[in-house]
């Protein structure tokens, strides 16, 4: 089954009572049971839910896996792994991934006895030479949110099973259409369903996909003990969003190659942050490994003022500020200010995230009204 074709299709069947093409939200707590222990597949909705049973499916055939788990936001995604390990296990992650999840890991997850290890992941020997005997995890974000820099996820994956290590793919700026980490040899892929897989901008909600059946299992304890579920309303949403993605996707892709290309050329434009350039650092590894380079863009302004940028960044008419990506509508972001507050300061521009980066969600409106809009906010 052709790509377009999966994301319709895979893991939906007609409703078996009424034959509804569309899977229904299934809006309830419990189940009637025909004895003690004795039900139909379902008995309380924090462990399962109808509706969330086919979101599960869909979101494990869209990464070409067997199973899948959704949860709550996709930072519970990212908890609920992160609970696979125990105190005095090293997990090695990306020194510039996404505030929230170092926020998670360094402000939660190291009071508990975890270590990790952040590094450049742009060189997989970075990542060879932090191994040690007790790193059990290697978390990868690629392309990395904001600055844009690319994993080669087979070498690393590669180099962690050398090492008996796993290996968890957020994938959360390629989306399914543009990567599949797990073709590449990873063992879990974390997706911020809020983005791209919905594509609406009414969703929190994160999935897990993977292959391997003892991994799904223990990650089910977590997700049902620990209780981080969607609801069935949110998990319809998604499911109606995934159908789109593929549509949506190209769209983005188009979009954001015309205005990259737009911004690299502007007299006010410093640098601008996007891996479809054939000078961009790991460029080669994007194009071998995703199918396109994406509608996400970072970008830098000469005039590196405070007042400046903040000028800049309120000026957009069309394209929205706020935080998240992946919608419809174009998106404007402060990084330091907004998604990556949360990292110090010092830490930031340590790894290359200067105050005066700015982040674009480049959505699936006119093109040409997008850059009029952002000629018109830089001036």
Known sequence: MKQATQFIHVGIEPDA??????TPIYQTSTYVQEAPDVHKGYDYSRAGNPTRTVLENVCAAIENGKYGLVFSSGVAATDAVIKLFKPGDEIIASNDMYGGTFRLFSKVFEKFGLKFHYVNMSYVANIQ??????????????PTNPLMNIVDIAATCSLAKQHNIKVCVDNTFASPYLQNPLDLGADIVMHSSTKYLSGHSDVIQGCLSMNDKALYDDLYFIQKSC????????????LRGIKTLHVRMQRHCENGEKIANYLRNHPKVAKVYWPGFEDHPNH???????????GMISFELKDESAEELKRMVSSTKIIALAESLGGVESLINHPATMTHASVAKEQRLKNGLKDSLIRLSIGIEDVDDLIEDLKQAIG
């Open 129 to 142: 030479n932090t191994i040690n005997s007790n790193t059990k995890l290697i978390w990868i974000e690629t």
């Open 284 to 294: 080669a590894i994007a194009k071998k490994q995703m199918r396109g380079f994406g």
């Open 17 to 22: 009572s009424t034959g509804a093409i569309m």
């Open 227 to 238: 209780g981080a579920v969607p609801g069935p309303q949110d998990c319809f949403l998604v």
